[in-house]
């Protein structure tokens, strides 16, 4: 899996999903995850978070 660490730059929740945006170099990553994973990692602009991609699923984690 290919991981970019980055700063989140914005994210957008519904009810059930959320977009996060995460800025990882000179390239910008969006990923699709639950509401609920978003709400859990506390993911909002500004939080250092990793990006770990695989074909074409994109998963935003926290940084160890």
């Known amino acids: 899996r290919n991981r970019f660490t980055g700063l ?3 994210v ?3 009810t059930v999903m959320a977009q996060v945006e995460l800025q990882a ?3 910008r ?3 699709l995850i639950s509401r609920e ?3 859990e990692l506390a993911l909002e602009p500004g ?3 990793v990006a770990s991609i ?3 699923n994109v998963v935003i984690e926290l940084p160890r």
């Open 47 to 49: 939080v250092l978070a």
């Open 8 to 10: 989140v730059t914005k």
């Open 12 to 14: 957008t929740k519904d």
């Open 54 to 56: 695989k074909a074409t």
């Open 29 to 31: 990553v969006v990923s």
């Open 25 to 27: 170099g000179p390239f």
């Open 37 to 39: 994973a978003a709400d």
